[in-house]
């Protein structure tokens, strides 16, 4: 139980923001604006901050640097024909720096490209969200099946190619890091 406590400590404790876009939100009746649970917002890029707990933690005002940006799958333009599925890119929506996130969809008998990500370096992670896919080693000459809620994790070496060869669409959440 020591865990949790420490763990909320790391997650909500940085560095007081000094000469960034973070500010308190405003409020009409000079309450305070933390409404001590520490909700601060960022201006820009549609921006929210973690809620800290401040009157547990003894955070001040402007100590949370945290926040989120929102994405739909369909903001970007897929980058595969609708006829094989499709592809989108969501690092750009999302403003990561250092991980790439894709939503890949592929019908019956739909395959990805080859490659692996020696050039990048990257480490690459397949989560199947819904159907079945076939992650070719081709290197190895090795398939590993994957079934709904099933994920796998690829060294940058390691040459692969995805291939739906069931009856339905499949559809996989691809992570990639660092960028």
């Known amino acids: 139980m020591l865990l ?5 400590s790391v997650l909500v404790l940085a560095p007081k923001a000094t000469n960034s876009r973070w500010q308190a939100p405003e409020t009409n009746d000079g309450a ?3 409404n001590g649970i520490g909700s601060m917002r960022k201006t820009g890029r549609n921006r929210r901050p973690i809620p800290g707990i401040h009157t ?7 100590e949370i640097a945290m926040g989120y940006d929102t994405a739909a799958k369909t903001d970007p333009e897929s980058v595969v024909p609708e006829e094989f599925g499709g592809m989108w890119f969501l690092k750009d929506e999302l403003g990561t720096e250092e991980l790439g ?9 739909g395959k990805g490209k080859e490659h692996d990500e020696t050039q990048t370096d990257q480490e690459e992670i397949y989560y199947v969200v819904e159907g079945e896919i076939d992650v070719d080693l081709t290197d190895r000459e090795e398939t590993v099946t994957l079934d709904s809620d099933e994920a796998i994790r690829l060294d940058p070496e390691e040459s692969r190619q995805l291939h739906n060869r ?12 660092p960028l």
Do not use: C, Q
């Not at 547990?56 to 402007?62: M, S, V």
């Open 166 to 177: 069931g009856d339905e669409r499949a559809k996989l959440v691809l992570v990639g890091a």
């Open 4 to 8: 949790f406590p420490m763990l909320l």
């Open 101 to 109: 996130l894709s939503i890949l969809e592929l019908e019956p008998d």
């Open 32 to 34: 305070d604006s933390t």
């Open 56 to 62: 547990n933690l003894g955070i001040a005002d402007g």
